[in-house]
């Protein structure tokens, strides 16, 4: 398959404030540009901020990924700098995704979405390590999300973006396999907050059944269980 060429873009996308710490993750880093070439003093302030990152589970983070993309469509411009990051560790899967218009500021979006999704996953396994399935102390068990709270995004911006733009409303613009291997309810919810959505789909282990854990008001949950 030929190689999607490189968009000449402005430098200045890349530019922001110098890094006190150029740091670098002890976990394996790929960084790849879909269609730019991502300057070498870039990749240094991406490292140095999955560094930061790393910090919040230090032996569970197995490899990072990420990609960059640039949205040639002049409509997209606010949006045209894409950043994924994805984090892989022993208990699953972290990502988390941004645009912007410069990759400066879509790597700082992305960063400090995955940075909540982490502490978020990281609570969760405090509290399920406790044994409680919610905590009995809410200002306890959840005071390190407080400075981190956020709401969680629901819609896929880019992809919603591209409806608009094809005046395709109502089409399926994006599918995803998923892992079908069983879990707990309790594992199902630390992914949930790992990825960041507001529902999980998983066999649960105890019924073998398709499951969805979705998340209610304040910190409760529900689960949608098919039948047969």
Known sequence: MAKTPAVLLDPATFDGPTTDDPGTPDAPVTIRGRNVEVPEHFGARINAKLAKIEKISPTNIQRFDVILLHENNPRLSKVSQRIEITVRGKSGVARAEAAEDTFYGALESAVAK?????????TR???????????????????????????????DEYADAIEH??????????????DSSPMTVDEALERMELVGHDFYLFRDSESGRATVVYRRHAFDYGLITLTE
């Open 125 to 155: 396994r405090k509290i399920s390590h406790q044994g409680h399935r919610r905590p009995q102390s809410v200002a306890e068990a959840t005071a390190e999300l407080a400075s981190d709270a956020a709401p969680a995004e629901v819609l």
């Open 165 to 178: 733009d094809e005046q395709l409303p109502g089409q399926i613009v994006r599918r995803k396999e998923h």
């Open 114 to 122: 995955l940075e909540r999704q982490m502490r978020k996953a990281r």
